[in-house]
């Protein structure tokens, strides 16, 4: 999965054990301090004078200087800027990167906030370092990230009955709340300011895209929009408090509703929009400088019926709802990607809220025809993958690839197969100690050497028309210890388990995850992040609200969900195996109606040599065996078709029967067998 896909759901509470906390704080002050000793020229030193600035920093004093110029026609004694967009997105566009331009960071997560006098940052544990390396001394930074240590910091510094303002397009719902109430308690006030005072300093912004929207192929759609508006109507007239609208926020829902995808956000194909649906109209807010006659005319856009999509200016959105909401009316919205900024128009009375839109709830289960061509283009990504893990082999023990190279090496062959539209995430490719960063992705300056003394995790994906991809492998070209053997074995322990498990239906993920790690905890291992997360097709990489943290939905057949345990060895090494499975019906012994369990749809070999199918259970050691099975079934004949020789003997090899101890895993040997024949048989008639 994606980097920034791990601030969102990655980071439970209970994960944390105080010990982990005060080892990981300890660890940081010995560097911080290591830096006031002997400093370290890639990053600032506010301590000396003048102080020193490393030439990864941006100069930020003029772009305070103006902000604070506006602060006081606003009349607010400081400035909230998050690290979001309008939609709440997980990626955002650069024109949205306010963050970025007003304290020169490029992280994914943090928060800046400006007063007249001071200006703090704040961001967690993985960015400490690049924050150094890339904010000026104008700032200062706080080595947190929760909403409660800025809230504490602003009743410290402004006084009581003066205002903070933020931009509430750029605050949740519940963001809004979490800082809202505390400083109403302390006799402070947050307020809207519409006008985005970054946007109006900010004389070099990038303009909006303007790139043509695009329809999906009819080969990858089953249900059409009006198929789809029809589903979402039908539930709103079936819901108790018969909502007359539902108003559709994140990018995802509007692009997944009428079957278009546009190119606004790194990694996601959407577009910046807007829907109102109602039970007989359809209001689509976009730049309709951007919907050629063709989607026009797709979209029904010359007509006025139930049927017939009126195109708004994008930026009229809220005005519209104002009017919309003086009527009769009743606007159902998910909170978790409706904005403050429309909520607050919304009057109460005519709100009705869930967690999620009908149309995020209806998206997640996918239909016969995304099934299919998801795994297909899983198939194909499974090719690229496997060729990368081919080439390392061969190359990685003379010395001359690094992280930089595997992660380009892997997009390139991705490029090259059908209905590839790009990654859909910055490539973690990580070796020995870098690896032990779950978050890590490499750059110029942190870039290592891949060797055969190290483990390498490299974890990837990519878009497809008919398909988003995301896989993790990892391997080690040498000789692993018997602690790193341990250690992957039992993570793919937890994948296993999971993966077969049997569950009857509404079972939440959070209810089940536990089985990814219990082979961990069983001799006291564990890893920090989420066990998995919804994926799209053609869409987000991480899709909500699929997955195992306790706010997604319960599991239901057609979900697709990654399944991804890790474990992580502080300055050594990083294991994470990360498959993508769909929820499919379960057969049983005494034939339970409608139980579940997972099919894997990720088809890349695990690394044999980490493997000790000793510490395995016979039902482990099948399951693994019915897995190599199926990836000769499944992905060997797409080898052959492209004439991949070379990949397709390392398949055969890297597929082989596990033996545990004297005891051969032989539940699926006859169909391993009929997959050896028709696999050679195959090789002979095309190669």
């Known amino acids: 999965m994606g980097e920034s896909g791990w601030c969102r759901w990655a980071v439970p509470l209970w994960m944390f054990t105080l010990a982990g906390f005060l080892q990981m704080s300890a660890s940081y002050s010995v560097k911080h301090s290591a830096l006031s000793d002997f400093h370290d020229s890639s990053v600032r030193n506010c301590t000396v004078v003048p102080p020193y600035l490393p030439p990864t920093t941006v100069n930020t004093t003029k772009r305070l200087a103006d902000l604070r110029l506006l602060m006081p026609a606003h009349n607010v004694s400081a400035y909230i800027i998050p690290a979001t967009d309008a939609h709440l997105s997980e990626y955002i566009a650069v024109r949205d990167q306010r963050l970025t331009w007003i304290t020169g960071f490029t992280g994914t997560a943090g928060t800046a906030v400006v007063t007249n006098t001071k200006a703090v940052f704040w961001t967690d544990s993985r960015y400490w370092i690049q924050a150094e390396r890339q904010v000026d001394c104008n700032w200062d930074l706080i080595r947190d990230s929760y909403v409660s240590s800025i809230v504490d910091w602003l009743i410290r510094e402004i006084p009581e009955g003066q205002q903070i303002g933020v931009d509430p397009f750029l ?42 929207i695009e329809r999906l192929p009819d080969y990858v759609i089953e249900r059409s929009w009006q198929d789809k508006v029809e589903e979402i109507r039908k539930q709103m007239m079936e819901d108790a408090y018969k909502p007359t609208a539902v108003l559709l926020s994140a990018l995802d829902e509007t692009a997944w509703l009428f079957n278009l995808r546009g190119s606004d956000i790194p990694y996601n194909p959407f577009f910046f929009s807007y829907t109102l649906l109602t039970l007989d109209e359809i209001w689509l807010f976009v730049d309709p400088s951007r919907v050629t006659a063709e989607i026009k005319e797709y979209l029904n856009a010359s007509c006025f019926q139930s049927h017939c999509i009126q195109i708004l200016e994008y930026s009229t959105v809220k005005s519209y709802i104002g009017r919309y909401v003086t009527g009769n009316v009743k606007v159902w919205i998910g909170t978790e990607y409706t904005t403050y900024g429309l909520y607050e128009v919304i009057p109460k009375e005519k709100l009705l809220t869930s967690a999620y839109s009908p149309v995020l709830v209806t998206k997640s289960v996918k239909d016969q025809t995304e099934q299919k061509v998801l795994k297909d283009a899983h198939v194909r990504d499974a090719v690229a993958v496997i060729q990368l893990l081919v080439w390392l082999e061969k190359s990685v023990p003379k010395g001359t690839e690094d992280e930089l190279s595997a992660a380009h090496f892997v997009d390139q062959k991705r490029s090259a197969q059908k209905h590839f539209r790009g990654p859909s995430f910055e490539s973690i490719s990580a070796s020995g100690p870098n690896a032990a960063l779950a978050h890590y992705s490499p750059n110029n300056e942190t870039n290592r050497k891949l060797s055969v003394d190290e483990m390498y995790m490299i974890d990837s994906g990519g878009q497809y028309l008919d398909g988003t991809t995301d896989i993790t492998r990892t391997v080690h070209w040498g000789v692993p210890s018997d602690f790193q053997r341990e250690a992957f074995t039992r993570v793919l322990m937890g994948n296993i388990d999971l993966s077969r498990l049997i569950f009857p239906p509404g079972t939440s993920g959070r ?35 699929v997955g195992f943290q306790s706010n997604n939905i319960a599991l239901q057949a057609g979900m697709f969900t990654s399944i991804e345990p890790g474990y992580y060895q502080e300055n050594d090494f990083g294991i994470r195996i990360e498959d993508v499975a769909v929820v499919v019906k379960a057969d049983t012994k005494f034939g339970g109606k409608h139980y579940l369990t997972f099919e894997t749809v990720s088809l890349v070999p695990y690394d044999r040599k980490l493997i000790n199918t000793a510490l395995m259970s016979r039902e482990q050691i099948e399951w693994l065996d019915a897995y190599c099975q199926k990836i000769r079934s499944e992905v060997v004949p797409e080898l052959v078709r492209q004439g991949l020789k070379e990949e397709h003997s390392w398949v055969m090899k890297h597929t082989e029967p596990f033996v545990s101890g004297s005891i051969l895993a032989t539940a699926s040997s006859l169909t391993l067998t009929a997959a050896l024949l028709s696999s050679t048989l195959l090789q002979r008639l095309l190669f």
């Open 171 to 212: 605050f949740s719902i519940d963001t809004w709340n979490s800082y809202y109430r505390p400083l109403e308690q302390a006799k402070r006030t947050l307020i809207s300011v519409p006008q985005n005072l970054v946007d109006e300093v900010w004389t070099e912004r990038p303009p909006p895209p303007s790139e043509a």
């Open 511 to 545: 209810n089940v995850e536990v089985l990814a790690r219990r082979a961990l905890w069983e001799v006291g291992l564990n890893y920090g992040h989420g066990t998995g997360h919804g994926i799209g097709n053609y869409f987000s990489v991480h899709e909500w609200p």
